[in-house]
């Protein structure tokens, strides 16, 4: 799914000059008040004109919700439910990571996984945000790298 644009938001909110008000909020993944802005001119023109400074914020809020959703999407592909003895991703990565003490590249961490890029990389991506990684940058190479606390 691609992401929102400021700029086409504005865009589309410019629209409701002509009289096709809300069409910004379509775009930013808010049908129902969407609609609203189309039955009611813009709340008479009003939140039309509030629209002017909230349209980044409604473009931020809805590319996070992007983002989660591909997340969350690449995960549910990336975990399925292991048969009895096989390893998840997770615990491949977790396995992967004691074996270079905590300290892993995305190609080592491929490699060593023997997973796909994309989903591992949402799988790193999980494990940085409940707290089994950190990102960081090799001092000499300065090439990203995630420790693990192991």
Request: hydrophobic fraction near 45%.
């Amino acid at each position: 799914m691609p992401k929102s644009n400021v700029a086409i938001a504005y865009l589309l909110w410019c629209a409701g000059l002509l009289g096709f008000c809300g069409l910004h909020r379509f775009y930013t993944g808010k049908r129902i008040s969407g609609i609203l802005y189309l039955l009611t001119f813009g709340l008479l023109g009003i939140g039309q004109l509030i629209d002017v400074f909230l349209i980044p914020g409604l473009v931020r809020s809805r590319n996070q919700d992007i983002e989660r959703f591909a997340v969350e999407i690449a995960t549910n592909v990336a975990t399925p439910e292991p048969a009895t003895g096989v390893k998840t991703p997770r615990q491949k990565l977790l396995g992967a990571a004691k074996d270079r003490n905590g300290d892993l590249s995305l190609a080592q961490a491929a490699m060593l996984t023997e997973l796909d890029p994309e989903p591992l990389k949402a799988v790193l991506e999980q494990a940085v945000r409940e707290g089994y990684a950190d990102i960081g940058n090799d001092p000499v190479s300065g090439a990203i790298r995630y420790r693990f606390d192991l």
